[in-house]
């Protein structure tokens, strides 16, 4: 075999080598890349928005735990602690429904997941101002009025908000779950193909060697007799 073909024949195995190698980096790019982005979507995602609903769901009880606990105080300076708790509360549980809202505003987003909050926010918009009405009910000193409000209309109206929060995260948890589920079975699928083609570079990469040495070893084989027919 002249220089010239082996070196051709060694430029020729390297190239694909190199192509082999090129092509798994650029596969193991992607499914990290696809990875990551899963990842991403969860987390600033269906998961961000069950973050939310917890934030909504522990402002909803602490706002509800703040009224009782004006109604039942004696002591002025508990009741002014009630009420400022029950402002923070009202806060929190506007700014959490207009984050969950906004959330929820992506035309991704599947309708049954917007039902959900909406109809928490139409729970909130009954419940809202009945709180506020008796606690201000509270402050002026009207406390069996107030007892019956909470009896009648506001007790009612918090079973129905916390309703639709838990019907909200109930959904969101299954829709997670689903999540995860498909992202790990994907991620097995395309860790598979990975490592199907690294196999198939390596067998490549050790069949063009083992060929290689089989045509050196015939080379070998046609050269003998040849320099034993020059000797004689």
Known sequence: M???SFKSRLVGILL???VGVLALSGASYLFLTDLGQRLHDLTNG???RLEIANRLREAADGRALAVRNLALQED???SAKAARSFELRQTEIRQALQELR???SNPAIPDEVRQKVDAIAVVESQYAPVAEHIVQVLKEGRREEAVTLIQTVCSPTLDQL???IHGYMTLTTQRTRDYMSDTVAITAKERMALLAAALATAGLVGLLGLRR???RQAHRGQSAPLAQGETA
């Open 102 to 104: 906004d959330a929820v």
């Open 213 to 215: 040495r089989a045509k």
């Open 162 to 164: 916390m309703t639709a």
């Open 16 to 18: 694909i080598i190199n």
């Open 46 to 48: 269906v998961y961000h």
């Open 2 to 4: 002249s220089t010239t």
């Open 76 to 78: 002025r300076q508990a």
